[in-house]
C-alpha cells in the first residue's frame, strides 16, 4: 500500500478508536431532537423548519467536530514525538502532510454521508444527494485549515480559535459586505476605507455561504453551473490551504 | 469504570455531604423559580433583514424560521393568555418583513400575519397587518396569492371594509399569473360580491387550498381546521 493511503488508513483508525462515531451520532440525535421539538410548536411550514434546523445544526456541528478532532490529533502526535518517529521513516514530508489531509477528509466523507441521509425525511434525494456532496467539501476544507492551523500553531486552542474564525468569516462576509453596501451605510471616506477593507477580506475568503445551502433542501436543487461553481471555490480554497500548510511543514524545523 | 480510578470509599465524607447538599440546594432554587412569563408588550425592535442574514452565518432559511418562533413566543409562548393586541404592531410587523426578506420563498410570516395577528378584535391592528400582507403580496404575486386571499375576506367580514375587500380581490386577480390558482381565487372579486357568510367563504376557501395542494403541511392543516371550528361556534353564539 502507497504511503499516503497507509498513513490515511491510520488517521481513520485513530478516528473511529477515539470516539468519533459516538459523537457523530449525538450530534445526529441532538440535530434531529431539537428539530423535531421546534417542529412541534411552528404554526405552519413544518416539515421545511426541521429541514432548515437540522440541516443548519448538522452543517455547524459536523465542522466543529471534525475541527477539534484534526487539530488535537494533530498537536497530540507533535507531542508525543510521533511526527519525530514518522519522519525517521522513508517517508517525505509532503507524503506525510497528505496522508493525514487523504485520512481526515475520508473522515469529512463519512461525515456528510451521514449528515445527509436524515435529510432524506424531509427533501427529495437529489437535492440531498448534492446538499451532502457540498457538505462533504466544506468539510475538506475545514479539515485543511485545521491541518494547516494545527502544523503552524502547534497549540490546541489558537488552532481550533483559528479554524472558527476562518469558518465563520467565511459564511458571513457575503452578509457583511452588503452591510457595509447597504442604504444606510454613509458616504464618508471612513465608510469608502471599511467598504474596501470588507472587500479585501472576501477577496482572501471562500464563498460558504454559496455552499451547502438548506435552500436546496427546502425549495429546488441547486442550477447545474451554482453547485459546480460552489464546489469547485471549496475545493480550489482547500487545495490552496493544502499548499500554504506544506509550504509551512517544509520549511519548519523539527 | 476503568482501572485508574480509586474506589468510591476513598471519597471523604465531607465531600459526599458537600456533594449533596449543593446538588439539593440547585434543584431546590430552580423548583422555587416561577416559569418564565409571556410579556406581549417587550417585543424588542426589530433587527434588519441584512444584519438578520448577517447572524445568520448562511443559513437564511433556519434564521427566518427560527425568528419566527422568536417572535411567536411573545404571544403564543403564554397559551393564548395574553390577547395579541398587547403587542406592539408597529415593531411585528417590522420583525415580519425582515423575517420575510430573509427568507422570501417562506410563507411563514406570512401566514402568521393574517391567520393570527391580523384576526385581533382591534381594526388598527388587523389593517395594519392586511397592509403589510397586501405590500408582501405585490413582490410575488404568485407565490403570495392565499395569504391576499384571506386578506381580502378579513376586509370584508372583520372590518366591514368593502372597498378594501374589492381592492384586494381585485389585485389578487390582476396580478395572479400562475395556472394552478383555483377558480375562486381567480375570481376573487366576484367572490367577494357574492351574499355569504364568513362561515361559507372560509369553507370554500380551505376546501379550494386543500384541492390545490397548497396545504400540505400537518400543522397548517390542523391549524386551520381548528380556526374554522371557532369561527362556526362563534357565528353559531351571535345567531
Known amino acids: 500500500m502507497p504511503p499516503v493511503l497507509l498513513l490515511a488508513r491510520s488517521t481513520l483508525l485513530e478516528a473511529r478508536r477515539s470516539g468519533l462515531p459516538w459523537l457523530a451520532l449525538g450530534l445526529l440525535a441532538a440535530a434531529l431532537g431539537l428539530a423535531a421539538f421546534l417542529s412541534q ?63 481526515y477528509g475520508a473522515i469529512g466523507l463519512g461525515f456528510a454521508a451521514a449528515c445527509g441521509l436524515p435529510m432524506l425525511l424531509w427533501a427529495a434525494p437529489g437535492s440531498a444527494a448534492l446538499w451532502s456532496a457540498s457538505l462533504a467539501a466544506e468539510l475538506l476544507l475545514v479539515c485543511a485549515a485545521s491541518l494547516f492551523f494545527a ?28 452591510l457595509a453596501r447597504g442604504p444606510l451605510a454613509e458616504p464618508t471616506w471612513t465608510q469608502s476605507i471599511a467598504r474596501g477593507a470588507v472587500d479585501a477580506v472576501a477577496l482572501l475568503l471562500p464563498r460558504l455561504d454559496a455552499a451547502t445551502r438548506s435552500e436546496w433542501l427546502l425549495y429546488a436543487p441547486p442550477a447545474p453551473g451554482e453547485f459546480v461553481a460552489a464546489l469547485g471555490a471549496l475545493v480550489l480554497y482547500a487545495a490552496l490551504l493544502c499548499a500554504a500548510g506544506l509550504f509551512d511543514f517544509h520549511r519548519r524545523n523539527l | ?23 439539593a440546594a440547585q434543584l431546590g432554587a430552580q423548583a422555587l423559580r416561577p416559569p418564565p412569563a409571556a410579556a406581549a408588550s417587550d417585543l424588542p425592535p426589530a433587527p434588519r433583514a441584512a444584519a438578520l442574514r448577517a447572524a445568520s452565518l448562511g443559513e437564511p432559511a ?27 404592531y408597529g ?42 400582507v397586501h405590500e408582501a403580496y405585490l413582490e410575488a404575486p404568485n407565490r403570495r396569492w392565499p ?43 366576484i367572490f367577494i360580491l357574492e351574499d355569504m357568510n364568513e362561515l361559507e367563504a372560509a369553507k370554500i376557501m380551505l376546501g379550494g387550498l386543500l384541492a390545490s395542494g397548497h396545504l400540505r403541511d400537518p400543522g397548517e392543516r390542523r391549524f386551520l381546521k381548528e380556526r374554522l371550528g371557532a369561527l362556526e361556534r362563534r357565528l353559531a353564539s351571535e345567531r
Do not use: C
Open chain 1, 41 to 103: 410548536v411552528a404554526m405552519t411550514e413544518g416539515r421545511e423548519l426541521q429541514a432548515a434546523l437540522a440541516a443548519a445544526l448538522l452543517r455547524a456541528g459536523a465542522a466543529f467536530l471534525l475541527a477539534a478532532h484534526v487539530t488535537a490529533s494533530v498537536v497530540r502526535e507533535a507531542n508525543d514525538k510521533v511526527l519525530e518517529l514518522a519522519l525517521a521513516l522513508p517517508l517525505s514530508r509532503s507524503q506525510y502532510y497528505l496522508g493525514k489531509l487523504v485520512g
Open chain 1, 151 to 178: 502544523v503552524t500553531l502547534a497549540n490546541v486552542v489558537p488552532a481550533i480559535a483559528a479554524t472558527a474564525g476562518l469558518y465563520l468569516l467565511a459564511r458571513s462576509i457575503a452578509a457583511i459586505q452588503l
Open chain 2, 1 to 23: 469504570m476503568s482501572g485508574r480510578e480509586r474506589p468510591l470509599a476513598t471519597v471523604p465524607g465531607w465531600l459526599w455531604a458537600l456533594l449533596g447538599a449543593t446538588l
Open chain 2, 62 to 88: 433556519a434564521a427566518a424560521r427560527l425568528a419566527m418562533l422568536y417572535v411567536q413566543a411573545f404571544d403564543l409562548g403564554a397559551g393564548n393568555a395574553l390577547p395579541y393586541r398587547r403587542l406592539d
Open chain 2, 91 to 132: 415593531r411585528l410587523r417590522a420583525w415580519l418583513r425582515a423575517i420575510l426578506d430573509t427568507d422570501p420563498r417562506s410563507s411563514y410570516a406570512l401566514f402568521a400575519a393574517v391567520r393570527v395577528y391580523a384576526e385581533v378584535d382591534d381594526p388598527a391592528r388587523t389593517r395594519a397587518m392586511l397592509e403589510f
Open chain 2, 147 to 189: 395569504a391576499l386571499a384571506h386578506a381580502a375576506l378579513l376586509a370584508k367580514h372583520r372590518l366591514r371594509d368593502l372597498p378594501l375587500a374589492r381592492r384586494y380581490a381585485a389585485d389578487l386577480q390582476r396580478l395572479t399569473t400562475d395556472p394552478d390558482v383555483p377558480l375562486w381565487a381567480r375570481q376573487m372579486e
